[in-house]
């Protein structure tokens, strides 16, 4: 019997889905959904914020504690090897008396967050393609298309479909679509790193792209400099998270107590370098700043980062081509992300209704007879990831707002099992092949507290003064949302809810955690 398949067994699930993923196709998804261009559409804001030194080392300092989080949920997922991941891992480290609500609220972040990420990727790749057909069609300078609040909506609303559909084909064409992106990202990546500079026939110094600091409080309204390097940062915390999509999809994966946090961290791995090169290559490749904001430049001041590719090749070789093929290599990875996005957040939906977490649980368990996949969880999260991108057609700041809502609900449901690590009983935790030992309580402190700070500042204003249409909705929508959960669990839930329900019958009662029930018990 395979390793995960065993320990998945212990922890008192039966083997449902289809067990055929290798190392290298999880960590291919899991690399999609972080994918390396995901902060493209907040460089322009992070530039202007407080200049491009703190964008830069921004992404170095965030990185740092970033792996932090990451290992300490590598540890984690090693030993809990199942689709239902981080309010799994919740339920089971916060022990019989907290194991419910933190469960509960464990499983209702991330469902919140993983969800609400399917509708920011889709707004990055609508406006991807939006910069895409202006500059094919002759920029905004010379008559080109721009497209319409509608139909970007009609873009993003595509998309979604799109990914729908094929999410509803056996987990092995996700899995071969997500081999292509992997080699996409990084070859094209790789491709954007080293040309753009090369191409680019006016660049910024070193001392520029590594030194200069400056805000830009007449544009951004901010004039603290804490409060605008803050929020230079945000596009570092949101580029760098995601990489826990290894753990859901552990109950589809070969020996997943070890390919687990192998994923986890090597994904991570690949996107901090990456990452930060392409930020490097697009500042280096500024010819005047002031112009990237223009909303009468060629293409039309709405993707700073379309406008550094444009000039570059528009400057060498006096015409856009290249540009246009630059843009559709970000264009892709936002398509792959967006696939792995509903793959992931599917399969936190599923095991969620499995363990009767959410209204008419049922329908959303159901698992295709043939292909083994969620295909009912996967209509309902491209049907809510729709509806959020509503909003486009009267607000400015949506994609601010998704990112917020998406940040908060997707990291903070990474603090819940990492600070019931912190606290329990070290003797109680069965670890897996990836264990800290000592090590494990000072990296779980690390982390947590990283993910409070990053949680807090997507809460925050990021336009004064504020207005309707630059207001950023976040902390209402997640007030609102999160207030009805805690109230649901108080008034009914706790009755009922007590954590992951076992699937399987053991001949023993669970040695480990008797807060994991059968049916029958529930």
């Not at 460089?43 to 504690?65: D, N």
């Not at 809990?80 to 194991?99: K, N």
């Not at 370098?273 to 001041?301: H, K, M, P, Q």
């Not at 406008?307 to 970000?330: D, M, P, T, W």
Request: charged share 10%; with cysteine; aromatic share 14%.
């Amino acid at each position: 019997m395979d390793s995960g398949e065993k320990r998945l067994n212990e922890l008192g699930y039966k083997q449902e889905l289809r067990r055929e993923m290798t190392l290298f196709k999880t960590l291919a998804i899991t690399f999609s959904c972080i994918s390396v261009f995901s902060g493209t559409p907040l460089y322009g804001q992070s530039l202007r914020y407080a200049g491009p030194a703190t964008l830069i080392w921004g992404w170095v300092a965030v990185t740092f504690f970033t792996w932090f989080v990451a290992i300490a949920m590598a540890e984690i997922c090693s030993s809990f090897p199942t689709t239902g991941s981080l309010y799994f891992w919740a339920a089971h480290l916060a022990g019989p008396r907290w194991g419910p609500s933190a469960s509960w609220c464990c499983a209702w972040l991330e469902t919140i967050g993983v969800i609400s990420a399917i509708g920011a990727q889709a707004y990055s790749a609508s406006q991807a393609l939006q910069m895409i057909i202006l500059i094919a069609t002759g920029t905004n300078k010379g008559g080109g298309y721009f497209a319409s609040k509608e139909v970007f909506l009609c873009m993003y609303v595509g998309l979604i479909i799109i990914w729908a559909v094929l999410n509803t084909f056996a987990l092995q064409v996700i899995a071969f679509l997500n081999i292509i992106s992997i080699w996409w990202q990084v070859l094209g990546g790789l491709l954007v790193i080293i040309m753009l500079p090369l191409v680019a026939q006016t660049t910024q110094s070193a001392s520029y792209v590594f030194t200069h600091f400056e805000t830009s409080p007449e544009s951004t309204g901010i004039s603290s400099i804490p409060y605008a390097v803050i929020l230079s940062v945000l596009l570092s915390i949101y580029s760098l998270y995601g990489y826990d999509a290894a753990a859901h999809l552990t109950e589809e994966t070969k020996g997943a107590d070890r390919t687990g946090p192998i994923a986890i961290l090597s994904s991570l791995g690949i996107i901090s370098v990456l990452g930060w090169a392409y930020y490097i290559a697009l500042t280096f490749s500024i010819r005047d700043v002031d112009y990237l904001y223009n909303v009468d430049n060629e293409t039309a001041g709405a993707l700073v980062p379309a406008q550094i590719i444009y000039e570059a090749f528009y400057g060498r070789f006096h015409n856009s081509k290249g540009a246009v093929a630059f843009l559709c290599i970000i264009w892709g990875s936002y398509f792959f992300c967006g696939l792995s996005v509903i793959t992931t957040a599917a399969r936190v939906v599923y095991a969620l209704s499995r363990d009767n977490g959410i209204p008419f649980s049922p329908i959303w368990r159901k698992v295709h007879p043939r292909s083994k996949v969620p295909t009912n969880a996967v209509w309902l999260c491209a049907a809510i990831g729709i509806l959020l991108g509503l909003p486009i057609l009267k607000l400015d700041l949506v994609f601010t707002a998704i990112i917020s809502v998406s940040t908060i609900g997707w990291v903070g449901g990474y603090a819940v099992p990492i600070f019931a690590r912190l606290v329990m009983v070290e003797e109680k935790f069965r670890a897996g092949p990836f264990y800290l030992g000592r090590a494990s309580r000072p990296v779980c402190f690390v982390a947590f507290v990283w993910i409070c700070y990053a949680c807090s500042t997507f809460l925050l204003p990021t336009f004064y003064p504020l207005r309707w249409k630059t207001f950023n909705y976040a902390p209402i929508a997640l007030s609102v949302v999160l207030t009805l959960i805690m109230l649901w669990w108080v008034l009914d839930a706790r009755k009922w809810f007590k954590g992951p329900v076992r699937n399987i019958d053991l001949p023993e009662r669970n040695y480990e955690n008797p807060l994991i029930q059968t049916n029958d018990q529930k």
